[in-house]
């Protein structure tokens, strides 16, 4: 039971490089989200998917894109990385969308813009 | 100021002792509640869940909320070593779960 399952774990990029995480789920949910962590900040909504083909901007959209080009995956894109960047992303997906609804969270990928 | 304040620690405790994690709020529209357990180097995963005020018990764990000062605690019986992780509260007003706020976690760490 994989769950939600990010690739990469870890990546360091230089300063205006691109990539992209991906991120799949196999619970058949609905709904999908990517997060940033960071120190004293709190998990914080990049972007998130209501459904396979939809995307919208969650609080920090800024520098980041995504597609939901199949319903089990969630891609983020970092089309010129900044050092900004620098966190771990945390991707999400849940069954309903509902304010009590349990996320099922990915392990994360650590990413280090130099 | 944040939306949801959190002490983040760390915190120290021996094994069996009673743990006490509080996060205080400014959104009195905040109804949903929930405590995120996390360990190192993975996920957070969902520990409990209370809606608007008062306590719910889920074996060891008893999640605590009061509205009219708006604090929420969580409570850790006979703590464990394989307790120690971080622990993030969670908020959400009657909307949906894209509209989560989460503090900033605290991190946990109970000596064998």
């Known amino acids: 039971n994989a769950g939600v399952t990010q690739t990469p774990k870890f990546r360091v990029l230089k300063t205006g490089q691109s990539m992209t995480l991906l991120c799949a789920q196999d619970?058949?949910?609905?709904?999908m989200y990517w997060y940033r962590q960071d120190p004293g900040m709190g998990l914080r909504l990049i972007h998130y998917?209501?459904?396979?083909?939809?995307?919208a901007k969650g609080e920090v959209p800024d520098g980041y894109n995504v597609s939901r080009l199949k319903k089990q995956n969630f891609l983020l894109g970092l089309e010129s990385a900044a050092p900004s960047q620098t966190s771990v992303y945390f991707c999400?997906?849940?069954?309903?969308?509902?304010?009590?609804?349990?996320?099922?969270f990915g392990s994360g990928t650590q990413l280090s813009v130099l | 100021q944040k939306e949801v304040e959190q002490d983040p620690g760390p915190l120290s405790v021996p094994e069996g002792a009673i743990v006490s994690l509080n996060c205080t709020y400014s959104?009195?529209?905040?109804?949903?509640f929930m405590w995120y357990r996390q360990y190192s180097r993975k996920g957070p995963e969902l520990l409990m869940y209370?809606?608007?005020?008062g306590n719910k018990e889920d074996g060891r764990f008893t999640a605590q909320v009061d509205k009219s000062s708006k604090y929420i605690s969580l409570f850790i019986r006979d703590s464990q070593p394989s307790d120690s992780a971080t622990y993030l509260c969670a908020m959400s007003h009657p909307g949906s779960a894209r509209q989560l706020t989460f503090g900033s976690g605290t991190q946990l760490t109970v000596l064998p």
């Open positions: 619970m058949n949910h609905e709904y």
């Open positions: 959104n009195s529209a905040f109804q949903y």
């Open positions: 998917s209501v459904g396979e083909g939809t995307t």
């Open positions: 999400a997906s849940s069954f309903t969308d509902r304010a009590n609804e349990k996320l099922f």
């Open positions: 209370t809606y608007s005020s």
